[in-house]
C-alpha cells in the first residue's frame, strides 16, 4: 500500500493567513483526497484531487477557501486561506488505497 | 441524507474486557465498510467489509456486517490498555472512492 507524507505535521496560524498544506505519496495515485476532522468531529471530505483537472469539492466547501493543486501524480496541496479559529482542525490527505496520511494539526489564534 | 451512525459514543472498560462496537448506516450505492483506528491524527485501517455475514478477524479484533439490516460490528476480546483510541466507521460509496465517516466510539482501556 502507499505510503502518505505530509507537511508541516502541525502549525499554530495567525487568522487572516494562509497555510499551504503538503502530501506526497510513494506511487503514483490517480485519485487523492482532503478531508478535515474538526475538534471531538469526524473526517469530512473536503475534495478529490485529479491530477490534470480541478478538484472537486464537497458540498459546504470552496475553491476559493481551500485551493488544491495536483501537479503529479504522487503530490497534492491543500491551501486553508483567509484562516479564522474555526479552520482549527486535522487536515488528512488519503489516497485510492484508504490510507491515510500522518495529518497536519493546524490551530488558528 | 446518507448518514453513518456509530454507538456508544464512548465507552471505559477494564483490561481484559470484551467490547462491541457499532456501526449503522443509512447510504445508497453502498460498496463496502471500512473500520478505522484513530489514536493521534491518522486513521489507521482495520477492516474492510464488503459481503454480509463473512467475519473479518486479525488477532482479538473482528468484525461483522449485516447488509440487510445495514450495520456492521466491531469487536475486541481481551482488551488492552493500547486499544484506548477513537473507532471510525466508514462507507464506501460504489463507483468512487468516496467515504462519509461514522461519527467515532471513543474508547478508553483502563490498566
Known amino acids: 500500500s502507499a505510503v502518505i507524507s505530509q507537511k508541516p505535521s502541525r502549525d499554530i496560524c495567525q487568522r487572516g493567513t494562509s497555510l499551504t498544506i503538503q502530501c506526497q505519496v510513494d506511487?503514483?495515485?490517480?485519485?487523492m483526497f482532503w478531508y478535515r476532522q474538526q475538534p471531538g468531529q469526524s473526517l469530512t471530505l473536503i475534495a478529490t484531487?485529479?491530477?490534470?483537472?480541478?478538484?472537486?469539492?464537497e458540498s459546504g466547501f470552496v475553491i476559493d477557501k481551500f485551493p488544491i493543486s495536483r501537479p503529479n501524480l504522487t503530490f497534492s496541496t491543500l491551501t486553508v486561506s483567509n484562516m479564522s479559529p474555526e479552520d482549527s482542525s486535522i487536515y488528512l490527505c488519503?489516497?485510492?488505497?484508504?490510507?491515510f496520511g500522518p495529518g497536519t494539526r493546524l490551530t488558528v489564534l | 441524507e446518507d448518514k453513518v451512525v456509530q454507538s456508544p459514543l464512548s465507552l471505559v472498560v477494564h483490561e481484559g474486557d470484551t467490547v462491541t462496537l457499532n456501526c449503522s448506516y443509512e447510504v445508497t450505492n453502498f460498496r463496502s465498510l471500512l473500520w478505522y483506528k484513530q489514536e493521534k491524527k491518522a486513521p489507521t485501517f482495520l477492516f474492510m467489509l464488503?459481503?454480509?455475514?463473512i467475519e473479518k478477524k486479525s488477532g482479538r479484533l473482528s468484525s461483522i456486517l449485516d447488509k440487510k439490516e445495514l450495520f456492521s460490528i466491531l469487536n475486541i476480546t481481551a482488551t488492552q490498555t493500547g486499544d484506548s483510541a477513537v473507532y471510525l466507521c466508514a462507507v464506501l460509496f460504489s463507483g468512487t472512492y468516496k467515504y462519509i465517516f461514522g461519527t467515532g466510539t471513543r474508547l478508553k482501556v483502563l490498566a
Open positions: 464488503t459481503s454480509s455475514g
Open positions: 506511487s503514483q495515485v490517480t485519485m
Open positions: 488519503s489516497v485510492e488505497d484508504r490510507n
Open positions: 484531487a485529479n491530477q490534470g483537472s480541478e478538484a472537486t469539492y
